[in-house]
C-alpha cells in the first residue's frame, strides 16, 4: 500500500518553501492545484515539478463539484490537464470522470488517468455500478473517495474494493471511506486491494487523512512478520 | 475498543517480577495460567491478583485443544476455575466453551463468563453458527480467534461481527482474525462492534498482536476526530 501525500500551495511562495524531508515516508505526491487560481497552476507547475522530481506525481485539479477549491468549465478543465501533461508528464493525472463524462473522449490518449469519484455526502447504492463502469474503462487507476453515514457504509466500501480487484487483479484501484468512521478504510489497503493511501502534512486534504508519520508507523506494523 | 494485555508468567519469581509501569495503556490483563503447571496456580495467584488490582483481569486457562499450554480434564479444568473464582472473584473467567461443553453446566452461575472458541487452523464455514450459539446463552462475552486463510476471511470475520452486534446490541463480543493477515481486525474493534483488541508486550500470546505501544497510538489516530 503506497502512501500519497497531496500538496496544497495557494501561491508561488508556498510552493517554493516546501520541505522536502518532511515527505520523508511518503511514496507519491498529489499536488492540487486546485488550491491555485486557474491562471497561476501554469507559472507555479515548474516549481512543483523540479522540487519533486524524486517522487511520482498525482496531477489533480479538484473542482468544487467534487469537494474541490476551483470553478472550471469543461473545456478549461480539459486545457489545463493538457497543458500540464504536454509540458511535465506527471505520473498520474486525476479525471472526475463522472462529473465530465461529456469531455472523456477527449482523455482517451492518456495512459495515466486515475478515473476518480468522490461523494463528500454518502455511500451511494449503486457504488457497485459506479466501480463497473469505471473499471470497463480499464483506466490507469479506479479511484472512490465516499462518505459512510453508518459503519456498514465502510465495511461495504472495503469488501466491494476486495471483490473487484478479486475480479480484475490487474486493475489498480484506490478506495477510502471518509471522516473519522471511514479511517479504518485508509489502513485496509493490502487486506482489501486498495493500493495507495492518502496521508497529510498539516491540513488535510479530505475528511478523515491520517498524518503521515503516523501512516507510515501503522504501515510497518500492519507489514510485521 | 480496549486494550487487553495477556500476561503468561511461568513461575512466581516471574509474576513477582512484573513491571506495573510496562502496562501504561492497557484496560485489562489477561492472565494467562496455562503458563504455569497447574499445582502452582493457586501458588501464584496472589501474586497476579495483588499486583494488578488497579486493572479489570481476565483469567484464563488456555488448554491445548485451543492453542493453549496446559494438558486438563474437564473435571481439573473446572475445579481451578472455581477455586480461582472463589478466592479472587477475577471481572471475567474465559472457558473454552465447545472444547468444553460437557462440563458447561457446571459455569451457569458465572455471571463474567469469556465463551471463548479458538481457531489456529482455519476461519470455519460454519463460523456463524458457532457465533450464534455462543451468543444465544448470553454470556458476559462471547470470544471468536480464528486463522484467515485469505483477506475475504478476514472481512468475513468483521462483517459477521458487525452483524451479530447490530442484532445483539447489548451483547459484548470479542473477535479478531490471527496472523500478519488478519492483524487489521485487530484495530477495527470500534467498527465491527469488537469490545477488546489483544496487545503484546514482548512476547505474542497469539499470532498477529501488535505491540502495546503500537496499539496504544493506532487507537488514538483512530479515534482522532
Not at 515527505?23 to 507547475?45: N, Y
Not at 498525482?58 to 500540464?84: A, P
Not at 495515466?112 to 454518502?122: A, I, K, P
Amino acid at each position: 500500500m503506497k502512501i500519497v501525500v497531496p500538496i496544497m500551495p495557494t501561491s508561488l511562495e508556498e510552493a517554493q518553501a516546501l520541505e522536502l524531508s518532511r515527505f520523508e515516508g511518503a511514496d507519491i505526491i498529489e499536488w492540487r492545484a486546485d488550491f491555485l487560481d486557474k491562471h497561476s497552476i501554469l507559472t507555479v507547475a515548474p516549481a512543483i515539478f523540479e522540487k519533486f522530481a524524486g517522487f511520482e506525481i498525482v496531477f489533480t485539479i479538484r473542482t468544487t463539484r467534487e469537494g474541490g477549491k476551483i470553478e472550471l468549465t469543461d473545456g478549461e478543465y480539459v486545457t489545463l490537464i493538457k497543458d500540464v501533461a504536454a509540458i511535465y508528464s506527471p505520473d498520474y493525472i486525476d479525471f472526475e470522470y463522472f462529473t465530465r463524462k461529456e469531455v472523456f473522449d477527449q482523455m482517451l490518449g492518456f495512459s495515466n488517468l486515475v478515473l476518480s469519484y468522490h461523494n463528500f455526502e454518502e455511500t451511494p447504492e449503486n457504488l457497485m455500478e459506479l466501480l463497473s463502469e469505471m473499471t470497463n474503462l480499464t483506466p490507469r487507476v479506479v479511484k472512490v473517495a465516499v462518505m459512510p453515514k453508518n459503519e456498514q457504509d465502510v465495511l461495504d466500501l472495503m469488501n466491494f474494493t476486495r471483490g473487484f480487484k478479486a475480479f480484475n487483479p490487474e486493475q489498480e484501484f484506490v478506495t477510502m471511506s471518509m471522516g473519522k468512521l471511514g479511517r479504518l478504510s485508509r489502513l485496509a489497503g493490502d487486506l482489501v486491494g486498495s493500493s495507495w493511501t492518502f496521508a497529510s502534512l498539516d491540513n488535510t486534504s479530505a475528511p478523515g487523512q491520517v498524518a503521515l508519520a503516523d501512516m507510515c508507523r501503522i504501515r510497518e506494523v500492519l507489514d510485521a512478520d
